[in-house]
Nanobody, 121 residues
Framework: QVQLVESGGGLVQAGGSLRLSCAASGSILSIARMGWYRQAPGKQREMVAVIASGGSTNYEDSVKGRFTISRDNAKNTVSLQMNSLKPGDTAVYYC???????????????WGQGTQVTVSS
């Protein structure tokens, strides 16, 4: 099994910064992709930022230039630096990892428990 543990959420004023971190552990052979998703009340979960094992990244349009995703392949961790936060960024943020496990290197998606980010105006 694979576990993802997140940290770093909280309450911040608009214009402030937060850093989210996520550590993956368990029976991991390789992690193809790691990323952050978010879900605001009454809305569907959406991709915020993802990063491949080689370092290529993809961001949701509204966070480009404000958020930066990074990962440490040796430690199986991913972080999200969030700057210039806006009230619209308020959501539960979930860490995601696409992990290869088992004898046949099966790829599966795993999720963290979620961490609340609240941005006040």
């Amino acid at each position: 099994q694979v576990q993802l543990v997140e940290s770093g959420g909280g309450l911040v004023q608009a214009g402030g910064s937060l850093r989210l971190s996520c550590a993956a552990s368990g029976s991991i052979l390789s992690i193809a992709r790691m990323g952050w998703y978010r879900q605001a009340p009454g809305k569907q979960r959406e991709m915020v930022a993802v990063i491949a094992s080689g370092g290529s990244t993809n961001y949701e349009d509204s966070v480009k230039g404000r958020f930066t995703i990074s990962r440490d392949n040796a430690k199986n961790t991913v972080s999200l630096q969030m700057n210039s936060l806006k009230p619209g960024d308020t959501a539960v943020y979930y860490c995601n990892a696409r992990v290869a496990t088992g004898q046949f290197w099966n790829l599966s998606d795993y999720w963290g428990q979620g961490t609340q980010v609240t941005v006040s105006s």
